[in-house]
């Protein structure tokens, strides 16, 4: 039967606000609207910042993943220009929760991440 239509249609469109808002930066310089500040719906601003922590601390096809302090400094350092100033902050104040996941060696046996959300790994 699953979850009732308005419901269905409330994850449909929060789902498409993401999909279409997560690469617009804080300083407007993003894309595919050039959108800045609290123009970007918080819950874009929420995943465009763990859309690219996660691609910092995974192996990529063109690179090794990155130490996890040099992860975090560029999640610092993009405070107010790529991310809005109030997720950042929320991230490091979170940021002992993220730590158990992260800083797993890799394959290539630099820091990555084995999970970070406990509940993608069938956890509890």
């Known amino acids: 039967m699953g979850p009732p239509p308005r419901f269905r249609h409330r994850v449909l469109d929060a789902a498409a606000l993401i ?5 617009e930066r804080s300083d407007g310089t993003g894309y595919p609207h050039e959108r ?3 123009e970007i719906p918080i819950e874009a601003s929420v995943v465009g910042l763990a859309d690219a922590f996660d691609s910092l601390i995974r192996d990529r096809p063109y690179r090794p993943a990155l130490e996890l302090s040099h992860a975090l400094e560029l999640v610092r350092s993009g405070r107010g220009t ?3 100033p109030d ?6 104040a979170a940021e002992k929760e993220i730590h158990p996941g992260v800083g797993v060696p890799g394959p ?3 820091n990555a991440v084995k999970t970070v959300c406990p509940l993608a790994s069938g956890h509890p």
């Not at 999909?19 to 690469?23: D, F, G, K, N």
């Not at 997720?87 to 490091?92: G, H, I, L, R, T």
């Open 87 to 92: 997720v950042v902050d929320a991230f490091f």
């Open 82 to 84: 790529q991310f809005d």
């Open 19 to 23: 999909a279409l808002s997560h690469h």
């Open 36 to 38: 800045g500040g609290k």
């Open 108 to 110: 290539s046996g630099r």
